[in-house]
């Protein structure tokens, strides 16, 4: 099979004929490429409005091999990329004692706390190798968690137990599902990709540029996942909260439940998403090494899709073959402070994402066909810890929290998020009412001085990188986009500190995802929970085999 780079299609051709396109770029007799796929599709609107897709395609064709040598734009194409998380195959690592004495699988259980994307793979991992893991997830499940969410956004009232961050498939599944992510690509982000489409999300996820789900899809694809996992011997068990641990000499012992039911363990990954405020405080008072990171805070700033798409593609018809546009910006402060974009939703919507009473924060949401009339995104500033007012590793909590009791009371203390025109934002004066771009956020905003809710520094920086960014995309600083604070929780604001084994100072404890200071996304979360899967199982085979002689 080879492989061939920068095949350009016009908008108005169909993907099917890049074999005819290939054939003709090497001279080949129509009909001689039999069998192809598609590796990589990108978009390049640098001429805008001409906008072309390109693409990677791997093909099948006769005498491979003096094509090769006579086109040096051809390559041999490696093994197929995208292969799932394998199966258990290596007979012999674990003793039939694990597979079929129900009290020694169970002393030798995997317990994850957490089942959002690193909690969730890493469960799948472990499951496929035999070793039945046992998922703690202090929320509920899909359907559940979904009529929790729908009451919340309709009417204010918040459980905070049962909400966006915490539940089945964690913060995540109310979000657009992007899988793009900063790390590099390696076989476990190929693994993450391939499960995700084996479970029912589209396979074009596995070529596009910058794939995406889609918050309803990903909702399905993430109860296919435990379905999966529960059939493979795993137990996913909901509200139940992981509460403590007990160790001995060092070395993980037992798993608390709800502060009542402790359960053997020898091996424990803490998964527990960027908002499990509580689990930090406990693993601190428990003495586990932590330390405060950075992260960022500001607003979700809303603009009509068409007018994205018409900067982004040099117009607005290019949305119905590409899809929704989307953007990505950044802007270094006079003063070195960062200011950027995170989590665009093309075609979205901003959500309530609290989860704690007497808070208001913001995120993004988009369907998979990103359809909505607006599109939005993180404004987002750099925080530091040298920021805080203390040294203690939770001092970014209380940071993020001060700012969204605030939000909450410059909403009006009913939920209603604090909302600003740009152009008032950038004249300094509150705002009385929309303009043309009409907020998505439920139940409901209070125009205002979202300013009320924003460290100054925050805000400053915002306010001189708008203009600038609006010279990236023509309209971004349009004086009717919509500003709604705030937005908190883009990522976690601590670090579980674990060591190059991926354990915490307590043997058997892998700190992983998110929420532990170790993944920024979707698709790295889920990366590191197969990490420290694949060292449990590493760890695990050396236990049993020195303890086999004690059965």
């Known amino acids: 099979m080879l492989r061939i780079r920068e095949i350009k299609l016009e908008l108005t051709e169909d993907r099917d004929c890049l074999p005819s396109k290939i054939e003709k770029k090497l001279g080949l007799k129509p009909g001689s490429i039999t069998r192809w796929r598609i590796v990589r599709e990108s978009v390049d609107a640098r001429k805008k409005p001409r906008v072309y897709r390109i693409y990677t395609v791997d093909f099948e064709a006769e005498r491979e091999q003096a094509l090769l040598k006579k086109h ?59 070793l039945r893991p046992l998922v703690l997830e202090r929320g509920e499940p899909m359907e559940e968690r979904m009529r929790k969410v729908e009451a919340f956004w309709k009417n204010g009232k918040l459980d905070p137990v049962s909400n966006v961050q915490f539940g089945e498939g964690g913060a995540g599944t109310f979000s657009d599902g992007k899988l793009n992510s900063g790390i590099k690509r390696s076989y476990r982000t190929e693994m993450v990709l391939k499960e995700l489409a084996d479970h029912g999300a589209p396979e074009e996820i596995l070529y596009k540029q910058n794939p995406h789900v889609g918050t309803d899809v990903l909702r399905e694809v993430v109860v296919n996942i435990r379905k999966e996992i529960e059939a493979l011997g795993g137990e996913i068990r909901f509200r139940a909260c992981f509460t403590g641990l007990r160790t001995d000499e060092g070395r993980l012992r037992a798993v608390e439940v709800n502060g009542e039911e402790e359960i053997p363990a020898a091996a424990l990954v803490i998964a527990p998403g960027h908002s499990a405020r509580d689990s930090f405080r406990m693993l601190k008072e428990a003495g586990f090494g932590m330390e405060a990171k950075a992260f960022s805070i500001g607003a979700r700033i809303e603009h009509p899709q068409e007018m994205i798409d ?36 093309p075609g979205g919507y ?42 203690d590793p939770l ?13 909450f009371e410059a909403g009006g203390g009913n939920c209603f998020a604090p ?58 600083d349009r004086f009717d986009a919509v500003l709604t604070a705030v937005e908190s929780r883009s990522s976690s604001p601590v670090r579980i500190l674990r060591g190059e084994d991926l354990q915490a100072t307590v043997r058997g404890v892998y700190p992983a995802g998110e929420g532990a200071g170790y993944a920024g996304g979707i698709l790295s979360a889920a990366v590191d929970g197969i990490r420290v899967a694949e060292k449990i199982c590493e760890e695990l085979g050396a236990l049993i085999q020195s303890r086999r002689k004690d059965i």
Not at 352 to 377: F, I, K, L, P, Q
Request: hydrophobic residues 40%; charged residues 25%; contains cysteine.
């Open 350 to 391: 901003v959500v309530a994402s609290a989860s704690e009473e007497g808070g208001v924060v913001t995120n993004g949401m988009s369907y998979h066909s990103r359809d909505g009339r607006n599109a939005n995104s993180a404004l987002l500033v750099g925080v530091e810890p040298s920021d805080f007012d203390s040294e």
């Open 72 to 130: 040096r734009i051809l390559s041999e194409a490696p093994e197929e990329a995208f292969r799932g998380i394998p199966a258990f195959s290596l007979e012999g690592r674990w003793p039939d004692e694990v597979r079929s004495d129900e009290g020694f699988a169970k002393q030798f259980r995997p317990i994850i706390a957490g089942f959002g994307p690193c909690g969730m793979f890493a469960a799948l991992y472990l499951a496929r190798q035999g």
């Open 310 to 345: 018409a900067s982004q593609y040099g117009s607005a018809e290019a949305a119905g073959v590409l899809g929704a546009a989307d953007y990505k910006l950044s802007y270094r402060c006079r003063d070195g402070r960062g200011v950027y974009t995170f989590c665009m939703c």
């Open 395 to 407: 001092a970014g909590v209380e940071f993020q929290r001060k700012w969204e009791r605030a939000a």
């Open 419 to 476: 909302a600003q025109t740009v152009g008032d934002f950038l004249a300094d004066v509150p705002s009385k009412g929309p303009g043309s771009v009409t907020p998505t956020y439920r139940p409901g905003v209070k125009w205002t001085d979202i300013t009320r809710c924003l460290p100054a520094f925050a805000a400053a920086a915002m306010r001189e990188a708008l203009p600038e960014l609006g010279k990236k995309v023509k309209g971004f």
